[in-house]
């Protein structure tokens, strides 16, 4: 499978522990690009990468929340001191550097007790 | 001014029959439209997309019309089958080098057989 890969696709979690979360990009993209579905709702954007550097980060993406994209492949979020308002799908999707389209993963659904 | 209205929240549509989703946008900066269509359980993928330098675009079932004045696009789909039930998201791209994708709500199409 040549997709976007995210794992866990499930993660249930008491309120105040981290969680992390990984996204393994199309390998001949080299934008990454994370976002936030809750139920109901549209995807929102949180941040994106362009190789290895962050470029933009939504103002949704508080001091708990950490991206990274070390050697310009994988990308893994992590959330720190959950909170119930943190339950979400957390989706990661790749794409070429131009205007079009975006590849979504399955998605990783977080649920904070 | 980001932000990109979608109507209805959800639509129910009688197998054979033309399901319409419409959406409004604010920001004349947006320079790339596409619809994507999700499964329950799944990421968003992309079902077809229209640029503002043309007003209608056909993929098989799937039309997009785009009013630039009106700063309006709505997807048509045509001869509505129980495998199109889904949730569909029309989206916008923001028009600067991020090519990030606004969200709209969403709407969730249900064809009956």
């Known amino acids: 499978d040549t997709g976007v890969s995210q794992d866990p696709r499930h993660k249930i979690t008491k309120r105040g522990q981290n969680v992390t979360f990984r996204c393994d990009p199309i390998?001949?993209?080299?934008?990454l690009y994370w976002y936030r579905q809750t139920l109901g709702q549209g995807p929102e954007f949180l941040t994106y990468?362009?190789?290895?550097?962050?470029?933009?980060k939504s103002r949704l993406l508080s001091d708990r929340f950490s991206a990274e994209r070390p050697k310009g492949s994988f990308s893994t979020l992590e959330i720190q001191r959950t909170e119930q308002g943190d339950s979400a799908m957390y989706l990661c999707?790749?794409?070429?550097?131009?205007?079009?389209?975006?590849?979504f993963g399955e998605g990783s659904r977080l649920t904070v007790l | 001014q980001q932000q990109v209205k979608q109507s209805p929240q959800s639509l129910i549509v009688q197998k054979g029959g033309i399901s319409i989703i419409n959406c409004a946008y604010e920001?004349?900066?947006?320079?790339?439209f596409p619809w994507y269509q999700q499964f329950p359980g799944k990421g968003p993928a992309l079902l077809i997309a229209?640029?503002?330098?043309?007003s209608e675009k056909k993929e098989g079932r799937f039309t997009i019309s785009f009013n630039k004045s009106a700063k309006q696009f709505s997807l048509h789909i045509m001869d509505s089958q129980p495998g199109d039930s889904a949730t569909y998201f029309c989206?916008?791209?923001?028009?600067?080098?991020?090519?990030?994708?606004?969200f709209g709500s969403g709407t969730r199409l249900l064809v009956r057989p």
């Open positions: 229209i640029r503002p330098d043309v």
């Open positions: 390998s001949e993209h080299n934008r």
């Open positions: 920001n004349t900066a947006f320079d790339y």
């Open positions: 989206a916008a791209s923001v028009g600067d080098s991020s090519y990030k994708l606004i």
């Open positions: 999707a790749s794409s070429f550097p131009s205007p079009g389209e975006l590849f």
């Open positions: 990468f362009q190789n290895e550097a962050q470029l933009e």
